[in-house]
């Protein structure tokens, strides 16, 4: 029986029932009895694997095709209206023309199938920031990472009504999972989310990347906020005050290390606490205060394994060992758990690889292969989290103080540095640059411009994006939160990182902070205000003055060099480039031939 009678849910689902020819039609109620029913069947089929009860209670193992492991960029479309409106840093197709190609993709995939309905909601059940969306999908997995990631079930439609017609279609057909005929595609003036021939997380999970960074940042566009590919986390000083600040490096840069970091011991000792509010998304709006509040629309984590451990972050990996999903991590067939590249220093002897082949894993990783896939992933409720913070349900959401850009650069960016007001931040943002990973398909370690981390993610034209920005910024005015520039990942002439990272990030945020209440001073330089040596905390940390000398360190040369590269990517905007970011790279160049 239907969960809910609102009229536009039930026209469209009748649309698609038609369309995808079920078997049976399943709504999702998030009980958790009926949760445990699919975990069941998931398991009898092969689609999960029960992992250890003991050590990783409710926990389940998964494998995709070796086809079918991270986001697909080269076939992700914004269908909007008309290519400009997309913009060149999109894929664009015409929308009559996607639906045709996409219907007739999906049409009768799910005979022999279970349709089910997944109701959500991005934000907290009721809150003015939140939004709804219905996804059909044909995978318990899908269903069972949804349930994880995003609040769901009925309780979602109760609060939303009969009348409203504000929500996201998503229909997923995982269908053959053909990459050839494997498409993402967002349909933003539609309120629509079609994806097809895949069943890996960020293509599927239609929620995440699809609904809360495509859809919405056009919504926010219109609607006058902004969707984000950003952190957020608290950070509580010895008198108990707590900052927020929202973070935004690309994928698989440190976005989940940093919001649930532990800080080194000269902190904790002094009464720093670091609160996670989110890992991945932002959707930010101008309060009643006239600042700038941010919410996580997720429920959930879905998180990057390898590198993480006991270690590098143990509040991500706490977060794993109960009710989580792995999924093309190792298992390891002794204990019946899981291991991933930077757990540990032990492989399992008696492995299945993240394809599916038993080996001996200590032999096999010796010989330099890989137990785990690169961009393998937990998705873990955000509960689980031991910092999560208390603001986690907020409907309001929590005041952010300062804005954080960031990127994997070998060379050039420094270790940090401040921009000189909000337009300057979005230049900063705008030019930002990085190496690719493995999270998306393709060459790993080519630098290219990705703007606000969210080159694969903005549902328009960028150079809109980049002006909504800019508006955003005005209205703020001196209340806009401080925007900050970081690089943990300048390398020395081996390619070793140079800077510890991880939880020694706390030192560069302290410095961010201290600068949000003005009580430190800062070098002027060409890019940007940056540290002096002395300001930023070195104190129980084995590493030298000269080192972070030489990681603040502002190389003209090589920023003289960034320039023709910044003026060929904004070249691709023609017109519609925001004049002050014209002017920003104008001064910018001024100020290095100075
Ligand atoms: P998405 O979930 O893809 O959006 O990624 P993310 O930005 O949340 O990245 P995540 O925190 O999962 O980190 C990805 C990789 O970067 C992991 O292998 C980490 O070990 C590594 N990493 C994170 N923080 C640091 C750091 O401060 N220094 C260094 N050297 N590596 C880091
Ligand atoms: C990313 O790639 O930025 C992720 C993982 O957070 S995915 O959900 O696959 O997009
Ligand atoms: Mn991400």
Redesign the pocket.
């Given at each position: 029986m239907a969960l809910t009678q609102n009229k536009s849910m039930l026209a469209w689902l009748d649309e698609m029932t038609e369309l995808l020819k079920p078997d049976q039609i399943v709504w999702i109620d998030g009980s958790e009895e009926q949760l445990e029913e699919l975990r069941k069947e998931a398991c009898s089929t092969g689609e999960m694997i029960k992992l250890n009860e003991e050590k990783l209670p409710g926990c389940y193992l998964h494998r995709t095709k070796p086809n079918d492991v991270a986001r697909v960029e080269a076939r992700t479309f914004i269908c909007a209206n008309s290519k400009e409106e997309a913009g060149p840093t999109n894929n664009w197709m015409e929308p009559a023309d996607a639906y045709k190609m996409l219907y007739d993709i999906a049409r009768g995939t799910y005979a022999g199938r279970t349709m089910y309905i997944i109701p959500y909601s991005m934000g907290p059940i009721g809150s003015q920031f939140s939004k709804v969306g219905l996804e059909v999908t044909d995978s318990i997995y899908v269903v069972l990472n949804m349930a994880i990631m995003t609040r769901c079930g009925k309780a979602v439609l109760d609060a939303f009504g009969n009348e409203n017609t504000d929500w996201v279609k998503g229909l997923h057909a995982k269908c053959d999972v053909d990459e050839e005929k494997r498409y993402i595609c967002q349909f933003p003036q539609d309120n629509t989310i079609i994806s097809v021939n895949s069943a890996y997380g960020g293509n599927v999970l239609l929620g995440k990347k699809c609904f809360a960074l495509r859809i919405a940042s056009y919504q926010g566009w219109k609607e006058g906020w902004m969707a984000e590919?950003m952190?957020i986390l608290g950070l509580e000083n010895p008198e108990g005050e707590i900052k927020y600040v929202c973070a935004a490096?690309?994928?698989?840069?440190?976005?989940?290390?940093?919001a649930m970091m532990i800080p080194p011991q000269v902190y904790k000792e002094k009464g720093y606490k670091v609160w996670c509010v989110g890992?991945?998304i932002s959707w930010l709006r101008i309060g009643p205060d006239g600042r700038l509040w941010a919410i996580n629309p997720e429920n959930g984590f879905?998180?990057?394994a390898?590198?993480?451990n006991q270690k590098?972050n143990p509040n991500a990996l706490a977060s794993t060992r109960k009710g989580t999903i792995f999924t093309n991590v190792a298992h390891n067939l002794d204990d019946n758990t899981v291991w991933w590249e930077?757990l540990d220093k032990n492989p399992p002897v008696n492995a299945v690889e993240w394809k599916g082949e038993k080996v001996n894993g200590v032999e096999y990783t010796a010989a330099g292969n890989k137990l785990a896939h690169p961009n393998s992933r937990f998705t873990a409720p955000a509960k689980n989290c031991p910092c999560v913070s208390s603001e986690f349900d907020s409907t309001t959401g929590v005041p952010i103080s300062a804005i954080v850009f960031g990127g994997r650069r070998a060379k050039t960016a420094p270790l940090v540095y401040q921009s000189r007001d909000w337009n300057h931040g979005v230049f900063v943002g705008s030019t930002m640059a990085s190496e690719t990973?493995a999270?998306a398909t393709g060459a790993v370690g080519v630098v290219r411009r990705d703007p606000m981390a969210m080159i694969p993610f903005c549902g328009y034209n960028m150079a809109d994006y980049w002006q909504h920005w800019i508006d955003m910024g005005e209205k703020l005015g001196d209340k806009a939160p401080k925007i900050f520039h970081v690089n943990?990942?300048r390398t020395d002439d081996e390619g070793h990182?140079i800077?510890p990272?991880?939880g020694d990030?706390l030192r560069v945020l302290d410095w961010m902070l201290k600068r949000c209440e003005g009580k430190v001073d800062a070098k002027e330089t060409a890019i940007g205000f940056v540290p002096e040596v002395d300001d930023i905390n070195l104190e129980g940390l084995d590493f030298s003055k000269e080192a972070l000398a030489g990681i603040l360190n502002v190389d003209k040369d090589l920023w003289k060099a960034e320039i023709p590269g910044i003026k060929e990517f904004y070249a691709k905007f023609g017109d519609k480039l925001p004049a002050k970011l014209q002017a920003e790279l104008d001064t910018l160049e001024a100020k290095l031939a100075e």
């Open positions: 590919h952190l490096f690309p994928s698989a840069c440190g976005k989940t290390n940093l890992d991945d879905f998180g990057v390898p590198g993480t590098s930077g990973t999270a943990w990942f990182f800077w990272g991880f990030n």
